[in-house]
């Protein structure tokens, strides 16, 4: 009888272990930070849906790298206050995409804001 209620002891332990541990670990998954990165769109490609960042790799040496981004329909595009579609996007946009990875490596975007060109004023 005593070997009974140490096991049911243990087990029930143990269950609140991973009850604890579970929340503590999906809150932990689901808190991603977003990476942001600037550069130059260099291409869109409207039927794969991806947009080819150009960005500064090294400030020593001035090399660049391109980046793809795969652009899902929850995706967020704006410039300024105005929402954009992927169409919108053109190669030579300065942009700032902001997205999240997964735990396989997997990026998520979930946006991608068009820098405004300032017009110098008029003398």
């Known amino acids: 009888m005593i070997r009974v209620m140490k096991f049911a002891v243990v087990c029930l332990a143990v269950v609140g272990l991973v009850g604890v541990a579970l929340p503590v670990y999906a809150q932990g998954a689901a808190e991603q930070k977003a990476i942001s990165v600037s550069g130059e769109i ?13 960005q500064l790799k090294d400030v020593v040496t001035s090399t660049y790298t391109n980046t793809t981004f795969s652009v899902v329909p929850e995706t967020k595009m704006t410039k300024g206050d105005a929402t954009l579609k992927l169409s919108d996007l053109k190669a030579g946009d300065k942009v700032t995409v902001k997205y999240t990875t ?22």
Not at 42 to 54: F, I, P, Q, R
Not at 102 to 123: C, F, R, T
Request: glycine content about 2%.
């Open 42 to 54: 260099v291409s869109v490609d409207l039927v794969k849906s991806e947009v080819a960042v150009k």
């Open 102 to 123: 997964d735990i396989l490596g997997k990026q998520k975007v979930e946006s991608i804001a068009v820098e405004i060109k300032e017009v110098a004023p008029v003398k």
